[in-house]
């Protein structure tokens, strides 16, 4: 019963917060500068200004910005986005054919730079605490000072340039190779070798601030009371690391990884232009040159939803590696 409150009073305010979204991007984006409208009207070589106003009435941009507001959250509640500006299709129908891609690639960079970054924290800080191999520690960290200090479009143009174009190993854009026509294990190591890069840049930068935070969290937990006690009663060192110090150390991991998460959502923006990644980042961007206001609403209402259940999961996980929480009840938990 404790869970299922807890998780009531999570779910409720999540649904809060992606409606405040929701109300916030519509003005935002409304009262941008730009008209759909006239976009719309130049691309199809029609600068009449009575054309522009059957286009506004046509999209209901002629209407006050509260009654618009209203239209479309009745429509959110139903599942009907509207359709897109530009190509005239269901912005649901675009979303949902841009997500398995953006899911790919977000949960190959997530799951990239956890593994990789805390076992490198692991690394370092078990060496660092020893007073051995020091230099490991130091080149550890000048490393993920170095990674965490480099942009990411820089970063995705350098790999590019090195693998791509001079050693010829990986291709640079897209996600599979146009026209190829593969099919089964063929199709998808040909979406493995198009995944390297993308997910490589993507994961860097967070991965970085894994191997910092795992160190400095476990060499915290190193010098706790507890620890010591299980050293002297003579406990295995590595059965410390995993039973006693990780558990605990991991703590402020899990909540990076929901932050991370979110800031991965945004970072996929960048990623998927410069690597033609079909995703939603990719058809955000497209969108916005557009002024596909209806098209870039929709977007911005799945990412906050993708968003607020990746805390929501943050929320549980951490509730679970942690039993202090659930024995506080929603005191503990907040």
């Not at 790919?104 to 051995?132: E, H, I, Q």
């Not at 890069?197 to 060499?219: I, N």
Request: charged letters at 15%; glycine letters at 10%.
């Amino acid at each position: 019963m404790r869970f299922l409150s807890f998780f009531a009073s999570r779910l409720g305010k999540a649904i809060l917060v992606v409606l405040g979204v929701v109300v916030i991007n519509f003005f935002l984006i409304r009262l941008a500068p730009g008209d759909p409208a006239e976009v719309l009207a130049g691309q199809a070589g029609a600068g009449d200004p009575a054309f522009v106003q059957q286009l506004r009435q046509q999209f209901g941009l002629d209407q006050p910005l509260l009654v618009q507001l209203g239209i479309y959250l009745k429509g959110v509640a139903t599942l009907d986005l509207g359709y897109s500006y530009r190509s005239q299709l269901p912005v649901l129908d675009l979303i949902l054919e841009r997500l398995p891609a953006t899911f790919l690639l977000m949960t190959c960079a997530f799951v990239f730079s956890l593994v990789l970054g805390v076992l490198l924290g692991v690394l370092a800080a078990r060496v660092r605490y020893a007073n051995k191999r020091r230099w490991l520690d130091s080149s550890i960290m000048a490393g993920a000072l170095l990674l965490y200090a480099t942009p990411l479009f820089w970063l995705s143009l350098m790999g590019i340039l090195l693998f791509s174009v001079l050693l010829g190993w990986l291709p640079a854009f897209g996600m599979e190779t146009v026209g190829a026509n593969l099919q089964g294990w063929e199709r998808a190591w040909d979406i493995a070798q198009h995944l390297v890069l993308p997910t490589v840049t993507l994961g860097c930068f967070f991965m970085a601030v894994y191997v910092r935070l795992t160190r400095a969290s476990m060499l915290e937990v190193i010098g706790m009371d507890f620890v010591k006690t299980a050293r002297a009663k003579g406990v295995p060192a590595g059965r410390v690391i995993r039973s006693h110090v990780l558990r605990n150390a991991l703590l402020p991991v899990i909540t990076f990884a929901g932050i991370q998460l979110g800031q991965m959502a945004g970072g996929a923006v960048l990623t998927e232009t410069v690597f033609a990644w079909p995703g939603i980042g990719r058809l955000m961007f497209d969108a916005l040159l557009q002024r596909d206001y209806q098209l870039l609403l929709g977007i911005f209402l799945a990412t906050s939803i993708m968003v607020v259940v990746f805390n929501l999961m943050t929320d549980m996980v951490y509730r679970w590696v942690d039993p202090r929480i659930a024995a506080g009840g929603h005191g503990g938990a907040a």
